[in-house]
């Protein structure tokens, strides 16, 4: 299987971007993982909200095979503790899936068409997180899950 992280706009911090690469690299002792920045549309001054999320939307269904278990970060998803989210991870992988993909919005979240595509939604936090720090965050999350699914020092139980 596949886990396959998907954003838009690039990361602007290098530090963070260091940070992100640790995780990326780590995972791929367990699993192959891919990392798509879709990039920041441009002329965005004439679009509202609803064209920006319309056409970010188009972008990241572009990506997306009918195979695909898409699931969005959203603060509106299903919160998980890091042992229930690698017990997630672990169902979807008992599944058979050949892609796992999980999408972070843009600035304004998700178009309607990405929220009617989606198989899942999960929530990081209650709390509220630029995008840029949500990559870092989920990235580690992930790597966290397969170090409890393999019994691995790293997450103090």
């Known amino acids: 299987m596949t886990i396959k992280l998907v954003c838009i706009g690039k990361t602007d911090k290098k530090e963070l971007e260091a940070l992100i690469?640790?995780?990326?690299?780590?995972?791929?002792?367990?699993?192959?993982?891919?990392?798509?920045?879709?990039?920041?549309?441009?002329?965005?001054?004439?679009?509202?909200?609803?064209?920006q999320k319309s056409k970010e939307g188009e972008l990241i269904l572009s990506g997306v095979q009918n195979s695909d278990f898409v699931v969005l970060l959203d603060e509106n998803g299903k919160q998980f503790s890091s042992e229930s989210f690698s017990e997630y991870i672990q169902k979807r992988m008992n599944t058979g899936l050949k892609?796992?993909?999980?999408?972070?919005?843009?600035?304004?979240?998700?178009?309607?068409?990405?929220?009617?595509?989606?198989?899942?939604?999960?929530?990081?936090?209650?709390?509220?997180?630029?995008?840029?720090?949500?990559?870092?965050?989920?990235t580690e999350q992930l790597y966290r899950a397969f170090t409890i699914l393999k019994n691995e020092p790293y997450h103090h139980r």
């Open 99 to 138: 892609r796992l993909i999980f999408v972070i919005g843009g600035p304004y979240g998700f178009s309607e068409e990405v929220y009617k595509r989606a198989d899942s939604k999960i929530s990081l936090s209650k709390m509220t997180f630029s995008h840029q720090m949500v990559r870092l965050f989920f």
């Open 21 to 51: 690469k640790i995780y990326s690299d780590r995972l791929q002792h367990y699993i192959k993982f891919e990392f798509e920045i879709i990039p920041d549309l441009k002329k965005t001054k004439n679009l509202d909200e609803n064209q």
